[in-house]
């Protein structure tokens, strides 16, 4: 299972497309536990506004854990240590902001995301994150839009759910 890594990207790239969400990236050494992970070993972490990652940290994982963080309404945001919470529409909103933040991303984009996330073993009805993206996800994006956080033509609004 291949996947792009942050150390692939670069952590100043992914910090300057999280940056309006004002949540800081902390880089955590590659032998050490990443704080906040709430799937351990390589993944992305979460305590409070900021995001751990290692240069080992998947790119997909690091943009799913920043978009919890936008994604998630500000009490639940003030008391964020490592379990993001939220319930399934949120999640499925989680996914799709990831989609459209990776083609922020120079060098990456949507298409190398979608991968990704299928080589890392996310699960869609229809069988792979590029279908669901396409196919099954209007009520993802009808709650982001909802919550302001995508503008009708899919651009993210670069604000945080309040």
Known sequence: MTVTLCSELGLDTIHRVLAPYELDLAQVPVDAEIPGSYWGESEAGLIGNRLYVRLDTPVHSALHEACHYVCMDAARRQGLDTDAGGDLAEESAVCYLQV??????????????????????????????QAWFEQDAEDARAWLLGQGLIDPADRPTWTLRR
């Open 100 to 129: 459209l933040l990776a083609d922020a991303l120079p060098g990456y984009g949507r298409d190398r995301l979608l991968a990704d996330m299928d080589a890392w073993g996310y699960s869609f009805r229809l069988g792979s994150a």
